[in-house]
């Protein structure tokens, strides 16, 4: 039972793609944001946690309306991000290129330098195609990825991300692959906003007690590289920006804990910037808060 509901979640998903693919740019858009509103209809348990999280940490700054019409544009930007994922095909390298930049000297300047550097971006405007776009520039880049249930799926998943020039690496072989791919002088990236199940590091985010992974600031401090925290944000249909923060390195005080602590704490205060100018563009879908 289990492989025939794979199956058919596999088609659903590749009808969906297909459909996806045959429409124009500018339709495939209308297409998510139109599942995006399904979305926020039907899925209850979900809207009331974007509007709960919205609450507990905007809740001082927006009214019950403007929280109502945020939680709606979460739902449609992922339904949106997951439409154009499905068109990676059709968007090529040209497309990605039409990223434009905000700051992006940092990152090219630690790039240029050929010792490799860790990406870390948060589940933001579109972050699928951030990956891409840097490897666009020519910079040779690995995404850390978790493994979906359903192998179909999951190999359709990775072949999207390949089409677009981006390396894999699994995340059960996170460290091995990680610091190869840095030896190498490769761009590293990983989404690092999320609820850490192992526990991770006890921070505030948002105004409020999270725990953060360890994984973003370890890699680069043990590595010696430096962490650049980068976010894309949605403009329009077609077009995003490239937002760089500083690059961050490792205080290298003689305690680990604490310079990874440090890193860690520098770049979720260039996340809550941004999530808080722009809070429709971040996943509030996620039960982040759970100590």
């Known amino acids: 039972m ?15 793609t297909r459909l996806a693919q045959l429409l124009s740019a500018r339709m495939a858009d209308r297409l998510g944001a139109g599942l995006g509103s399904i979305a926020h209809t039907l899925a ?22 403007d929280i ?11 339904a949106r991000t997951t439409v154009e994922f499905a068109r990676f095909k059709n968007t090529g390298i040209e497309g990605a290129r039409r990223i434009t930049f905000g700051d992006g000297k940092p ?20 972050w699928e195609l951030l990956g891409c776009w840097v490897a666009t520039l020519g910079y040779p880049t690995d995404f850390l990825v978790g493994t979906q249930h359903n192998k179909m799926v999951d190999q359709m998943l990775i072949g999207f991300r390949k089409e677009m020039g981006v390396g894999i ?33 006890v921070i505030d985010f948002l ?17 010696g590289v430096p962490l650049a925290p980068i976010l894309l944000r949605r403009e ?8 760089v923060g500083d690059l961050i390195y490792s205080p290298e005080s003689g305690d ?19 999530i808080r100018q722009y809070p429709d563009q971040w996943m509030w879908t996620h039960r982040r808060w759970k100590l």
């Open 68 to 78: 109502a019409r945020i939680t709606k544009e979460v739902f449609c930007n992922i």
């Open 44 to 65: 209850t348990s979900r809207r009331r946690i974007a509007i709960d999280n919205l609450q507990q940490a905007l809740g001082d700054q927006l009214s019950e309306a």
């Open 107 to 126: 990152l090219q300047q630690a790039a240029a330098e050929g010792k490799g550097v860790v990406c870390v971006t948060a589940h933001f405007g579109n």
């Open 236 to 243: 329009r249909y077609d077009r995003h920006t490239v937002i």
């Open 207 to 223: 105004g409020r007690k999270a725990t953060a992974s360890r994984g973003p600031a370890l890699f680069a401090a043990r590595a």
């Open 169 to 201: 690496i699994p995340l059960k072989s996170s460290l091995r692959g990680v610091f190869k791919a840095l030896r190498a002088g490769h761009i590293v990236g990983l989404v690092a906003d999320q609820h850490d199940p192992t526990g991770g590091l």
């Open 256 to 274: 680990d804990e604490a310079d990874v602590r440090q890193m860690t704490i520098a770049y979720t205060r260039f996340f809550e910037n941004w």
């Open 2 to 16: 289990a492989k025939l509901s794979h199956y058919i979640e596999y088609l659903a998903v590749l009808s969906g």
